[in-house]
C-alpha cells in the first residue's frame, strides 16, 4: 500500500536481459516497478520524488538496479525490503537527506552506491540482514550522524566508503560492523 504522500502516476523504467547473443530491453510504465523473472538490470528512466513502500516489486533475481541521477529526495522506510536485487543497486547522485530504519532490508545485495547525495543521518538498523553486502558507498555526502548500529547483520563487509562528510563524533568501536572473515587459503 502506498503513503498519502506518493504519487500514483506510472514511472517509466527498462528491464534488460540476456537474448541469444544480445542484451534484450523491453521498456515498461506502471505505478509498481515488478520483475518476477531473472533479469540483467533494471533502470529507472522518470525522475520522481519519494520512493514509497509498495512502488517495487521485484521477485525475479535482479542483479542490478540502477536510478542514478534521478532527483530522488526520499525512499520510504521499507521500500527496497525483501527485493530480489542480487549485485547492485545504484541510488548515486540523487536528493536523499535521511535512510530510515529498514529501508534496505533482508536484501540479497552485493554493493549499495548511496554516494553524491545530501544524506545528513542514517538510522539504526537502516541497513539490516544484509548478509552479502561487501561493498557500501556513503561517499560525499553530509553525514552527521552515523549510528554504530544503522548496520545490522552485515558479515561481508569489506569497504565501506565515506569519505567527505562531516561527521562530530565517533564512538568507541563506532565500526564494529566491519568485522572480516578469515580467508581460508591453500
Do not use: W
Not at 60 to 86: P, W
Not at 112 to 126: H, V
Not at 137 to 156: A, E, G, R, W
Request: aromatic fraction near 10%.
Amino acid at each position: 500500500m502506498k503513503c498519502s504522500e506518493c504519487s500514483k502516476n506510472p514511472v517509466k523504467y527498462t528491464v534488460s536481459t540476456l537474448g541469444n547473443y544480445s542484451l534484450d530491453m523491453e521498456y515498461f510504465e506502471s505505478e509498481v516497478i515488478k520483475v518476477t523473472n531473472e533479469v540483467l538490470r533494471i533502470t529507472l528512466d522518470d525522475n520522481i520524488r519519494k520512493i514509497c513502500e509498495g512502488d517495487l516489486n521485484i521477485t525475479g533475481e535482479t542483479l542490478h538496479f540502477f536510478a542514478q541521477n534521478r532527483g530522488i529526495e526520499e525512499i520510504e522506510a521499507g521500500a527496497f525490503a525483501n527485493q530480489m536485487i542480487k549485485f547492485k543497486l545504484e541510488l548515486n547522485d540523487n536528493s536523499l537527506s535521511r535512510i530510515y530504519k529498514g529501508t534496505f532490508k533482508s536484501m540479497p545485495l552485493n554493493e549499495l552506491n548511496l554516494s553524491f547525495n545530501k544524506i545528513t543521518t542514517i538510522e539504526p538498523g537502516a541497513l539490516e540482514n544484509l548478509p552479502n553486502l561487501y561493498l557500501l558507498h556513503l561517499n560525499n555526502n553530509k553525514i552527521k550522524k552515523f549510528y554504530p548500529n544503522s548496520l545490522v547483520n552485515t558479515p561481508d563487509m569489506l569497504i565501506f566508503d565515506m569519505a567527505y562528510n562531516c561527521m562530530e563524533v565517533l564512538e568507541k568501536n563506532h565500526f564494529s560492523f566491519m568485522t572480516k572473515k578469515e580467508e581460508s587459503r591453500d
